[in-house]
């Protein structure tokens, strides 16, 4: 989002492609970050997503890219909903994703009295 941001604010022309699927999905509060201390994530993303989506220059798409293909046109992207988009540059942010442990039950614990993040809600 924050690579959007900067590109909107350039005037370029972005797409925003977001599953929607945060990695702090559990995480009941966000600490440590300046003007934001105990703010829900889902309303931070809400807030970051009204900002974003202030400059004209940039859409978003709830959607993930399953594959990237170079041809002459530039980038071929192929969404999981099955769209087609054309595009000469890419950024790829990923994410990050937690890789709980093989503990038998572990998610039924996850979020509630086991968390990765000991600043957000540790």
Do not use: W
């Not at 995480?27 to 970051?48: L, V």
């Not at 004209?56 to 709830?62: A, G, I, L, T």
């Not at 969404?79 to 039950?105: D, F, M, Q, Y």
């Amino acid at each position: 989002m924050n690579s959007a941001l900067v590109l909107g604010r350039a005037q370029r022309n972005t797409l925003l492609v977001d599953e929607g699927k945060p990695r702090n999905a559990v995480t009941k509060e966000s600490h440590g970050f300046f003007t934001r201390d105990g703010i829900m994530p889902q309303e931070f993303r809400a807030i970051a997503y009204e900002e974003v989506l202030g400059y004209p220059s940039v859409m978003r798409k709830q959607d993930r890219v399953d594959t990237i293909q170079r041809d002459e046109k530039g980038f071929l992207l192929q969404t999981r909903k099955g769209e087609t988009v054309i595009t000469k540059k890419i950024i790829l942010a990923t994410g990050l994703k937690e890789t709980l442990p093989p503990i038998p039950n572990i998610h039924q614990y996850y979020g509630k009295s086991l968390f990765v993040c000991p600043f957000c809600d540790g």
